[in-house]
């Protein structure tokens, strides 16, 4: 399935490569989506400045025999710390869509989080995950929804019923962008497949009388209320997405969230907003064996995930990338990129004397002076 | 009134972009002139580069019903913590010139700083606000009048009770700028309109014997005793512009002035004065209770303003965007760049959960580290 | 022999000037291949960047009479902390390849490190230094053999009494390289001259199954059960190149090698790893005198050399810049980028005011602020 | 005499401007050899990025009334704190070359430093710079002459006695560049006129043998013993050029120098060296009231001489702005040029509320961080 590598330009070698291959493959207005942040773009330039911030030290003539990437979340194994974004509308950068890059985390066994704005449907994401697993005959790998909360908390409860009967095995909920700046239109034949039948969200006045503050749009933004409510209504694992203090950390306990996925939504919310990875140490340290804290923003290569992961983080979640490949070879490029970021991941922790995730600490990190 | 938003290119959506389309709006002399700096425009360049030193922290899921930038200064309420800088001939950017920008900050009911060195008297101003006020039934916004201290003394005092007599509110009284160069000659029909008839600032000598000391314009250079005397010929609150230090606090509670503007002038003073931002925390703590500490330099975005706040600053000014917005739509344009500008504020105070301008404080800063 | 100065372009007279002219004499896949870094090249980038983060200081009116670059190391006589090093598959850079940078550097007295990828044979090499300083009638400079553990025990220790036999009085144990990714093929004609009819060594997999955890090359990586076999078989001085941390200095104490050579391998193994000169200081602290840290990566300059010096480093390898001047004009031209370099260093020492290396300590450094 | 400014462009505002014209005027071989820096620039880059490294405070609202740039050193007046810094071969940059500059200073009453290396013989100098002061009835500016320590002791006598027999008020010993690279040759017509007839300092060989060590030239470089020598044959001031470091005061002091002149000789000796300006607390700090400290590199306009001020510089030499006017217009450019920094002095002055000189102190400064 994931054999038809001839549509790889077979000079892409990093990730890198296939942000420079996707422009080509993509409308311009998509391509611009895709890549913008917020604003004067400081969020979206630190997620990626944020690692030049560290260096990593080896533990040099490890033994690696025996080595292994494997880790373990909820009580469950994951191949990697690794996981696919939830990335709104894949079909934007490819007609396959959520299908081709749900098929292919399944083909590499790494664990996929469906957005609450898929293109397709979450049952028929589901079902492509689990036959392409069953196809090549390999362990199920995990699969996350991740839930905006709907005008309507009919509507929410309805959301996460579907996933729970579909077999998704935690919420995501994202808390950070119910209000934000958009002016990008999905083209045609792209809609939130998810959310047919529900009631839209409501978009902030742009002229006279209230601006945003006393619109419905404020008056709704979720609060910790909503994340009770979601924990009284499911069993499911529940995460809170985008979050960037470590002030929350206390409160998330109190909630019963089973885990932080430390954000700035790809510098898209807030320009204002750091990196993640600029306060990942600082919210790894006030966790402290209360949760485990899950990481994104500007991932590329093995050795942005050995830094994170010697920094505290217990799995990384990878979002533009999965866009770029999608755009430059759909379903196989997605497994080519992964395929890249967990030899990449191997070839880290071989350099660094690392043959199990656990011993990526803060022994292995050096703070970079750059100036 | 400012309805007729047709001028406006559909692509300009942030005040950068404001700053894009003037250009081309404006005789190359104008836009030069107003962009410019002093020297090596170092402390123009500081004026932007001072916000990223500075990242903002969510409270996250806080409830936002109830919300407003409401503040209050002087015992009078402000829609928001924004008012319009005193910029010197503003008939440079576009014939309405002030005109244009006090009816737009009216029609905001957003405070209006009107310049000495206006191109329109401050009584036509002043009328023009107040009745673009009643016609849009709003309240009106406060208005104040900017001082330069004249040659004569009798002078001055003509510009404050007329100032006072026209409705004016405050006195900002500016004190770095009665020595600096200046090459820029204005275009014919643009002039002083308030200082008709009154003497012109002394020139100090290009050749030959004494350079600037020992000249009348050194020797007139005010100093606290012109703000006693200020002090002591008008009761409306006087504001000091032009402090980037914490020193000189203490003396301006002593004379007996209501607030302090910190501010290097828009980096056209003196190339060697810091960023109001970068000094903004030492001058708040500095001031404590006894002054309230305003600021202009570099604003251009909501966050920009949540910056400052955060910092302690009380009100923010804003200056070469009101240019830019009146080359590329006059009043059009400077009413729709207000109102960016509140809904970013908005907007930054719901990312940041904080739903009252009082809750922006220094538990929403982070240092950023940019290298 | 080497006064054939002819061919070197007149306007060359600095390292940098090597590396500008040598671009045009090779073909590009070779260029590429020998300036490339790792990953996203921040190693390399470092190796370059490390140096402006010190000044130098003078100690003035120091008498010079008497000056000299000697030093000593392993009871043997060096003209100069400098010495070539160990770099694979000269031919790519001149058909006379090792051969011409051996006798070039006999020429200089300067000591000479073999790659055990070397593209001809060590005993051609060592003939050719020794025939080069009896031809020149200078004293033979130190030649030490560089050694890459082979997947046959019984091939490394080939290589050990091979180098033993040609006279070779140091072997270099690289530790950092055994498992890193290259896309380089090597030009007909060129190939690793010592390791014929040796096995060679694994590639790790590109798709399905294991990744390189679980291959036989993880597997066989160099361990420090290696370093005591080594150090078992041989009786001639041991050095450990390729670590960039304090930790190992310990275990290498312990293993009974006889120095360490502080490196990132040219930034071409990892681009996690920190600059040599970033952790250089660290390191010799951590040694004291135990062991004596020689140290290579971007040095360019006679003050980029003292500077190390002054951080502790006993001696500096020079590597790119050999093929450099090797691409430019063969032997000649790595005579010349010798004689630059020990020109520099002595220009650097007089304007130090240090007339011997002993004298070049941190009393001579200041850390420079770059922003 | 200096008010034939016709030749001056009207564009030329700023020793920037200058800069930006001066290259024009030249031969490209001149300007190279007068822009130029050692090695890699790193030293002359310095010397402009030090200034960025502060900022300066306001003391508002002072009265200046009776300020001026009067300053004292050795019992003699200088009417500001700027002297024109001893630059060799001026007539690379004009054909009037030593004679216009000292002219020009004499007209602004500005101190002058001949080098030792004039293309002009002292004599000349001297008698130019008295006919112009009397010429133009002002006071005789103070007049020095640097020395460069000749192969032969009587003829730094000779020179001594010669400047001393001239009027020249101080000499100036240059210690850090007797031992340098330079690639210039003089064009014909150019010499040094003061050293006709005297032997011709040694080069340090470039091919085989010794290098730099055991050669005449490493072993005449001066040393303390020469400045005691010196100190003992003249009663004028000396002064000491050339320092960066701290660790020379004691020993200068003990010498029975009047002052130093903190250096790196504007980048060009040593590209390992630190910026004056970054030393110059720590070395004012070390002096004490012992002795004064001038400073000179990278000059160019009133508030890098302010900030040099603030920091404990007693006076500040202007080397290459004075080749740059002297290119673009002779005599008028270097009066023009100085005019332009005494003005900026004052208005530096007047913007920080110093009227004196000595009010310019650390309470100005504030450390600017960059990023």
Known sequence: MVDDLSAIPPEIRTL???????EACLPAASWDHIQSGSGSDSALRD????????????????????????????????????????????????????????????????????????????????????SAARELTKPVAPLWFQLYLQPDRADSLTLVRRAEAAGYEAIVLTIDAAIKRSEFTLPAGIEAANLQGMAKPRQHSVAGGHILFGTPLADAAPTWADVEWLRSVTDLPILLKGLVTGEAVDRAVASGVEAIVLSNHGGRVFDGFPAALDVLAHVVARAGHRLPILVDGGFRSGSDI??????????????????????????????????????????????????????????????????
Chains 1, 2, 3, 4 share one sequence.
């Open 16 to 22: 890198a490569d296939y942000e420079k291959h996707a």
């Open 47 to 130: 997620n990626r400045a944020a690692f030049d911030r560290w260096r990593l030290l080896p533990n040099v003539l490890t033994d690696l025999r025996g080595a292994s990437t494997e880790t373990e979340l909820f009580g469950r194994a994951h191949v990697a710390p690794i996981m696919v974004a939830p990335l709104a509308y894949q079909c934007l950068a490819h007609p396959d869509g959520e299908m081709a890059a749900a098929r292919a985390a399944a083909a590499l066994e790494t664990g996929f989080i469906l957005s609450t704005l898929s293109s397709v449907s979450l049952e028929h994401v589901a079902q492509a995950s689990r």
């Open 306 to 371: 050995a830094t994170a992961l010697a920094l505290g983080a217990k799995v990384v979640l990878i979002g533009r990338p999965v866009f770029h490949a999608l755009a430059v070879a759909g379903l196989s490029g997605v497994a080519h990129m992964l395929h890249i970021l967990r030899t990449e991941l191997e070839l880290a922790m071989a350099q660094l004397g690392c043959p199990r995730i656990e011993l990526l600490d803060s022994g292995r990190l050096l703070p970079h002076r750059q100036a």
